[in-house]
C-alpha cells in the first residue's frame, strides 16, 4: 500500500522528490502526448505537478515514457550473470523483465532457481520469473534436473515468481498427460507462457482452454492473427536467431496493443552490444510503421497488465515511477532511465553501483571423468545416419551417409563435411555418451566444444578428430563450463561460461570479444557457419526436427524416439 509521504506530496502537503517540467509526457491511456509536468514521491508518480519540489528537473521539450518491457527472456541466454545482464540493458530503457529461467533448472533444478532469486533480489532491474515447466524437456535425454508438479506448486510460492513459464510439450497437453495437467493445475489462475508453434484449429482451442495465455512462437500474420483472435496475448518475439517482428507487425495497431507485447527470447551478447535491447525492438517497429505511441504501449502497460501488474508500464498516479527520457519518441533514443524515481542509467551507461551476487552453488557442474572418455565408433556393415545443418535454422536434416572406415573404427571424414559429433552427460557424471555424425560445419580440422546446449546443457562436442574432442571436454572441465576451439593439441581460443556452465563472470564486452576470437578460430580450422556456436547449442535439443543427438543416442523427433546409429 502506497505510503503517508507519498499521499501527502500527491495532496501537495509535503514536497514532491523530483519533479520533470517543460516535459512531453506519452499518456499510453489517451494514446497521446502532451506537453506537461509529473512529480514523483517514495519511488512513485503522485501527480502532473507539484507545489514544491526537492529537485526538479527541467526536460526542455524531450519526452517521457514508461520504462519498457521485456514479457519474456532467458537470462541465461545473454550468457551474462544477472548484474551484468541488468548493467547491459538497463541504458536501453528496460527496467522490468518476465524470465523464465529453464535453462539453469534444467542444470541445477530448483537451486539455480534460488540462485537465479539471489542475484536479482537487489538490482534496480524488476525481474520476475515464471516456474519452468518443462525440466527436462523430453524423457529423451538426461538433464541436472526434474521439476515435478509438487515442485512447481514450491516454486509459485516464491516471491516474485508469478506463474507457469513456457509450456513446451503442447502434444502432452492434448493428449491429457497427467504430470502436464498437474502443473498446469498447480498454475490455476495464476500466469501461463504458451509455446507451441504452428498449432492451429481445435488444437490450439484445446490448448488455450488448458490454461495458456500468451504465445511468442507465431511466425506469420496468419497464425498471429488466428492465436489473438483465440484469445491469447501475442508476445513478438525479435532475438539474435529468431526475428518474428517484420512478419508480425502489421498486427500491432491502437486497437490490439492491449493484446500485443515485444519479447526478446534469446537475445546474445553481442546483439545486446551492438543492437540494444527492447529500444532496438521499438525502434525497428516504429520504422516499419508501428504508431509510437500504441508500441510503446504495447511494451509497457498492456505488457504489464497481460502479467497481472496495476501498478507498472504507465505515467499516471500511483504507479512506479519507473520512467525514461527520450531526445526522440520515433527513434527511441534513451537519454536517462528512473527506476523507482532514481537516476539509473544516463548517457548509455548504468551510474549506480549494482550488486554482484557470488557464484555459490553454480560451479562444478561439468562432471566429466575425461580420463575414461572414449569417441570411437567401432565399424560394421552398413551405412550411417547423420544430421544435415540448415544454416540460420534450428531444424535439422536426417541424413544417411556411407562412413569412412579407419583401422577398424568409424572416423570422421572432413573430406566430405562428415564431422563426428557427440553429447556427453555432464550433471551426475554417468559416462553416458551419444556419438554420431553431422554435415555442414565445415571443419577440417580440430574440434569445437560447448556446455550451452539446450534444453539439458550436457557437453556437445563437433570435431574431425577424436584427440581434439577429448582435449575440448577436458578444456571445459578445467573451465568449469563454457566454448572452446582447439587444434592439434592446444586450445585456440575459450569463453569461460562458471555460472552452470551458462553465465560468464565476465563484462559484457570482453564477452563479446571472446564470443568473436572462437568465431574466428572456428574459421581458421574451416569452419563455413557464421555462428558455429549457435548451431551447435541446438544440436542436441530433442523437440525440434528432424535428426538430433542426445547423451543416450539419435533421436528421430518426428518419432520421438531413439534410432540407432548404423543403418543396415
Not at 493428449?175 to 507462457?193: C, F, M, N, Y
Not at 548504468?350 to 580420463?371: A, F, I, S, Y
Request: charged share 20%; glycine share 10%; proline share 5%.
Amino acid at each position: 500500500m502506497i505510503g503517508e509521504r507519498v499521499f501527502k506530496a500527491a495532496v501537495g502537503e509535503e514536497p514532491a522528490d523530483l519533479l520533470f517540467v517543460n516535459a512531453l509526457i506519452v499518456d499510453v491511456f489517451l494514446g497521446e502526448v502532451r506537453r506537461g509536468e509529473l512529480a514523483v514521491a517514495g519511488g512513485y508518480i503522485v501527480g502532473f505537478g507539484a507545489g514544491a519540489a526537492h529537485q526538479v528537473v527541467d526536460l526542455g521539450g524531450r519526452y517521457l515514457v514508461p520504462g519498457f518491457i521485456d514479457a519474456h527472456v532467458h537470462i541465461e541466454s545473454s550468457q551474462l550473470s544477472p548484474t551484468e545482464f541488468a548493467r547491459a540493458i538497463l541504458p536501453h530503457g528496460t527496467t522490468c523483465v518476465i524470465a523464465d529461467p529453464h535453462e539453469i533448472a534444467n542444470v541445477l533444478g530448483l537451486e539455480g532457481l534460488r540462485y537465479m532469486l539471489r542475484a536479482t533480489d537487489e538490482l534496480p532491474l524488476r525481474v520476475y520469473f515464471m516456474a519452468p515447466s518443462c525440466v527436462p524437456a523430453s524423457p529423451l535425454e538426461n538433464s541436472g534436473a526434474t521439476l515435478s508438479a509438487a515442485d512447481i506448486e514450491k516454486i509459485l510460492s516464491w516471491e516474485r515468481v508469478l506463474g507457469l513459464g513456457e509450456m513446451m510439450n503442447y502434444p502432452g497437453v492434448l493428449s491429457r498427460d497427467h504430470e502436464v495437467w498437474s502443473k498446469l493445475a498447480t498454475a490455476a489462475g495464476r500466469p501461463v507462457d504458451g509455446h507451441a508453434p504452428g498449432l492451429r484449429g481445435p488444437g490450439l482451442w484445446a490448448y488455450v482452454l488448458a490454461g495458456p495465455r500468451t504465445e511468442h512462437e507465431c511466425t506469420t500474420l496468419q497464425e498471429a492473427r488466428e492465436k489473438l483472435s483465440a484469445g491469447m496475448h501475442l508476445l513478438v518475439r525479435e532475438g539474435t536467431t529468431a526475428r518474428n517482428l517484420s512478419a508480425l507487425l502489421p498486427i500491432l495497431s491502437a486497437r490490439t496493443a492491449p493484446f500485443v507485447h515485444f519479447c526478446t527470447d534469446d537475445r546474445h551478447p553481442e546483439t545486446l552490444l551492438s543492437e540494444g535491447h527492447m529500444d532496438d525492438i521499438l525502434r525497428k517497429a516504429i520504422a516499419g510503421g508501428a504508431d509510437p505511441v500504441a508500441a510503446i504501449a504495447a511494451a509497457t502497460v498492456h505488457a504489464a497488465r497481460a502479467f497481472g501488474f496495476r501498478d507498472l508500464g504507465a505515467l499516471a498516479p500511483g504507479f512506479r515511477a519507473d520512467i525514461l527520457v527520450l531526445s526522440d519518441l520515433e527513434g527511441v533514443e534513451v537519454e536517462r532511465v528512473y527506476v523507482a524515481g532514481e537516476l539509473v542509467a544516463e548517457g548509455g551507461r548504468c551510474v549506480v553501483e549494482l550488486p554482484e551476487m557470488g557464484m555459490e552453488g553454480t560451479r562444478t557442474t561439468v562432471n566429466v571423468d575425461v580420463e575414461t572418455l572414449s569417441f570411437s565408433i567401432p565399424a560394421r556393415l552398413g551405412r550411417v545416419r547423420a544430421i544435415g545443418v540448415v544454416p540460420g535454422q534450428v531444424v535439422t536434416e536426417a541424413l544417411i551417409v556411407e562412413p569412412k572406415i579407419s583401422s577398424g573404427e568409424v572416423v570422421a571424414d572432413a573430406e566430405r563435411d562428415i564431422l563426428k559429433l557427440a553429447v556427453v552427460e555432464r550433471h551426475r557424471g554417468t559416462g553416458n555418451v551419444g556419438l554420431g555424425f553431422v554435415r555442414g560445419f565445415g571443419l577440417k580440422r580440430g574440434a569445437l566444444a560447448s556446455t550451452v546446449a539446450h534444453d539439458s546443457h550436457n557437453v556437445v562436442i563437433v570435431g574431425a578428430d577424436d584427440g581434439d574432442m577429448r582435449l575440448a571436454v577436458d578444456a571445459l572441465v578445467r573451465l568449469g563450463g563454457g566454448q572452446v576451439a582447439v587444434v592439434e593439441g592446444e586450445v585456440l581460443a575459450e569463453l569461460p561460461l562458471p555460472i552452470a556452465g551458462l553465465m560468464s563472470d565476465l563484462a559484457l564486452e570482453e564477452v563479446v570479444r571472446r564470443g568473436e576470437e572462437l568465431k574466428r578460430a572456428a574459421r581458421s580450422l574451416g569452419c563455413t557457419l557464421p555462428d558455429p556456436f549457435m548451431a551447435l547449442s541446438f544440436l542436441a535439443l530433442p523437440v525440434i526436427p528432424k535428426l538430433k543427438l542426445t547423451d543416450l543416442g539419435l533421436v528421430d523427433v518426428e518419432e520421438f524416439h531413439i534410432v540407432p546409429l548404423f543403418v543396415d
